[in-house]
């Protein structure tokens, strides 16, 4: 693995996290996003981490900027692939916008250039043909807060060639990841694929009327000692999304289960701005949630 310069296309939440810690372990990287003004919110953003990694890796303000000093900024993406090893995409999850995005990206990066997508919910083969160079292609796709859940999901389509495979798990390694190789095209990756069915079952437990959310959390936590329940976890998700995931099956099922389900998230949680963690209040009220008090596995 000789990659020296990445570039991460899209400055979101998540694509602005994996440029710096690849910039924070020693990569030069590019950001590239499609204006000015959303690179001056990815350079604001950017900086905004800093600070956590003093806190949770006990980095130095001298390794912080050090690393800052290693980004970049462009909203030309033929200046921003030029010299690219790897580009790693993490640009909205949208198919059109994806595939006319690798169009154009085929044309302007050199031939060495690997591409990787960070998408959590479409599959690579969706646009290895855009690509220009499917044996070049993959999804590596990382979670919120990569610093620490330090996780990098590697998962090749039919045609990914295996030595690409490999050394993006080598790259994996070199940014400070825990690499999770998945060999075929899975929907939702290995955690996506546990978590979501939990919740799915936790959540039916709730509409069926069988316990309330702080049972079948202490359930869950006294039965495994994990320290979060599946309500705790949808509240870190969001409560929205949890809402999306399931309007979508309702509408693909007509199942009446995840209809009622759909319903009672708008109705008792969204429509009353209880989205979760981020909003203070969700399945539980922040920042001091039942799950977290000494008596809650107790009694």
Known sequence: ?????????????????????????????????????????????????????????????????????????????????????????????????KTEFYTNLSKLAPQKTIFATNSSTL????????????EKFLALHFANTIWKNNTAEIMKHPGTDMNVFDEVVEFAKAIGMVPLPLYKEQPGYILNSLLVPFLDAAEMLLVKEIADPETIDKTWMIGTGAPLGPFAILDVVGINTAFNIVQAKAAATGDDNMNKLANLLKIEYIDQGKLGRATGEGFYKYPNPNFAKPDFLKG
């Open 123 to 134: 599959l690579p083969s969706q646009f290895a043909e855009a690509t220009g160079r499917p």
């Open 1 to 97: 693995m000789n990659y020296k310069n990445i570039t991460v296309a899209g400055s979101g939440v998540l694509g602005s996290q994996i440029a710096y810690q690849s910039a924070f372990n020693g990569f030069n990287v590019t950001v590239y996003d499609i204006n000015d003004d959303a690179l001056k919110n990815a350079q604001d953003r950017i900086s905004n981490l800093k600070p956590f990694y003093q806190q949770d890796l006990g980095a130095t303000q001298e390794e912080v900027d050090a690393a800052y000093a290693r980004l970049t900024f462009n909203s030309n993406l033929a200046e921003a692939v030029a010299d690219a090893d790897l580009v790693i995409e993490a640009i909205p999850e949208v198919v059109k916008i």
